[in-house]
T-cell receptor, first 109, second 112 residues
Framework: GQNIDQPTEMTATEGAIVQINCTYQ??????LFWYQQHAGEAPTFLSY??LDGLEEKGRFSSFLSRSKGYSYLLLKELQMKDSASYLC??????????WGAGTKLIIKP | IAGITQAPTSQILAAGRRMTLRCTQD?????MYWYRQDLGLGLRLIHY???????GKGEVPDGYSVSRANTDDFPLTLASAVPSQTSVYFC???????????FGPGTRLTVL
């Protein structure tokens, strides 16, 4: 079966750095996506990786290792507004997104 | 409008009733999707459409139907609602089937 694993909840301090991990087992791989979802709102797109390596976009970076079935989202200089759930999703061989349950990130002052 | 809209925002429905959730996008995206989101679970695909006139089944299609008569609209119908269909429903669209998906604001549905 297809599976996406990510931690249920993480806590970090304002101004710090946090890394959210995602491991996957899917039938085929056509890219990995990270989305941010604030409580009661829609998911919003953060990043996309299809090749191994690091993609940097401002305070957010995303890393992919296809051989290990592993990705992480790195958030730097944390702000209170970064408190949200972070969703990892893999596009499988049928070009459908398989979603993890999400990681709830709590930022403390 | 710009982006994706969904209606209604929320709805309480008696079991056995028929309900249609509406989704409209103005980005001329070819691909559209319906997901449900339940606590503790990842988003699950109900139905999708890669282009106007075509639809396909996702992971959890039972009890739901869709149509795609034109590019902009992708309604989701529950023929006879059951309590297990209580969920938050998100519509999404993408330029093409392999592209990044963009989500509407969601519909919170409660079936009693």
């Amino acid at each position: 079966g297809q599976n996406i694993d990510q931690p249920t909840e993480m806590t970090a301090t304002e101004g710090a750095i946090v890394q959210i991990n995602c491991t996957y087992q899917t039938s085929g791989f056509n890219g990995l996506f990270w989305y941010q979802q604030h409580a009661g709102e829609a998911p919003t797109f953060l990043s996309y990786n299809v090749l191994d390596g690091l993609e940097e976009k401002g305070r957010f970076s995303s890393f992919l290792s296809r051989s290990k079935g592993y990705s992480y989202l790195l958030l730097k200089e944390l702000q209170m507004k970064d408190s949200a759930s972070y969703l990892c999703a893999v596009m499988d061989s049928n070009y459908q997104l398989i979603w993890g349950a999400g990681t709830k990130l709590i930022i403390k002052p | 409008i710009a982006g994706i809209t969904q209606a209604p925002t929320s709805q309480i429905l008696a079991a056995g009733r028929r309900m249609t959730l509406r989704c409209t996008q103005d980005m001329r995206h070819n691909a559209m999707y319906w997901y449900r989101q339940d606590l503790g679970l990842g988003l699950r695909l109900i139905h999708y459409s890669n282009t106007a006139g075509t639809t396909g089944k996702g992971e959890v299609p039972d009890g739901y139907s869709v149509s795609r008569a034109n590019t902009d609209d992708f309604p989701l119908t529950l023929a006879s609602a059951v309590p297990s269909q209580t969920s938050v429903y998100f519509c999404a669209s993408a330029p093409g089937a392999t592209d990044t998906q963009y989500f509407g604001p969601g519909t919170r549905l409660t079936v009693l």
